[in-house]
């Protein structure tokens, strides 16, 4: 097998493709959210995975909810996400994505000029 023959879901993302995906996320409440995947980035020697969840009522002005879950695939590139427990790695994710968000606001300045 070659390696474009082992490509996982991570190695095939680009900002274009994210946009399109959907996953349904069964949460605590036993509810059903149908989430846009934001990114999936590496932090240290874990992915993560933020998603947010499609509302039904669009409000530019109200500040949208993200889900931040650790990311894993399988050999055959099977995805799972699992919680954050621990508060201090979550604080750590969250702050990385922040910076990822801002990179992101930056860049889209630098390619409107």
Known sequence: MNDNQ???????????TMEDLRVTLTLDNDEEAECQ???IFEL????????MPEDTEEDEEEEKEVYI????EDEDGNPSLENIEDEEE????S???????????WDSLLDGE
């Open 6 to 16: 082992n490509m996982n879901l991570s190695d095939l993302l680009d900002d274009d």
């Open 37 to 39: 995947i934001l990114t």
């Open 44 to 51: 240290g020697e874990q992915n993560y995975i933020v998603l």
């Open 69 to 72: 879950y650790r990311y894993f």
């Open 90 to 93: 979550y604080e750590a994710v």
């Open 95 to 105: 702050d990385r994505f922040e910076e990822l968000l801002d990179e992101a606001e």
